[in-house]
């Protein structure tokens, strides 16, 4: 069933980030493209390369719409500006996969407005502890 969206909701406490890619056309036919010229850029993802946008959306426990910002494609997920635009009216801890790994600084900006973003870690990076429930709870979203 889809949900429609008249507004966004309210922070619960526990949110969830993720975004995904909007391709405009397929990525051989970039050079004739020309509806979004100017607007959609060329991007990577895990599965590979497209051309277009991406949606990042922040929602609740509950599946509702927080927060959502539609970007060019080669906005990374982890940009801090867009990360700040996204997180102005969250409070809580925010579960988001290895993508929106931040620097020590952002973090910090973060967490000193209430913000606890929890990510995986990557292979090469130090083994850091987490709270079993952020496991848990981690585990069970993504």
Request: glycine share 8%; hydrophobic share 40%; proline share 1%.
């Amino acid at each position: 069933m889809l949900a429609k969206v008249f507004g966004k909701s309210a922070c619960d406490g526990i949110s969830f980030i993720d975004s995904f890619s909007l391709k405009v056309c397929h990525p051989k036919r970039i050079s004739s493209h020309k509806v979004f010229k100017g607007l959609a850029t060329r991007g990577k993802t895990s599965v590979g390369w497209f051309f277009g946008f991406k949606l990042h959306v922040v929602v609740t426990s509950q599946g509702e719409v927080i927060d959502f910002s539609l970007t060019p494609g080669n906005i990374a997920d982890n940009n801090s500006d867009l990360l700040e635009k996204l997180m102005k009216n969250i409070q809580g801890k925010v579960y988001g996969d290895k993508g929106y790994l931040i620097n020590s600084a952002l973090f910090q900006k973060l967490y000193s407005q209430g913000i606890h973003l929890v990510t995986k870690i990557r292979r090469n990076m130090r083994n850091s502890l987490m709270d079993i429930s952020d496991k848990l709870l981690f585990e069970s979203a993504v």
